[in-house]
């Protein structure tokens, strides 16, 4: 998952705890100069969508 703020990206590793909530580590972050567009147009994050994915969810 990434997170922007202006063409600012920091790059996160989306993950389920033991109890079955997620987690996240950080795992790195840049100035994204010609690829902010790219990055804008991806797929909105969505935690059902997330916890579906890691088999935490309905």
Do not use: H
């Not at 909530?21 to 972050?29: G, I, R, W």
């Not at 010609?34 to 997330?50: D, E, F, L």
């Amino acid at each position: 998952m990434a997170i922007v703020y202006e063409d600012f990206v920091v790059v996160v590793a989306m993950g389920l705890k033991q109890d079955g909530s997620l987690k996240a580590n950080f795992v790195t972050c840049y100035q994204a100069d010609n690829s902010i567009g790219k990055i804008r147009s991806s797929p909105a994050w969505s935690r059902a969508a997330c916890l579906r994915l890691l088999g935490g969810g309905p």
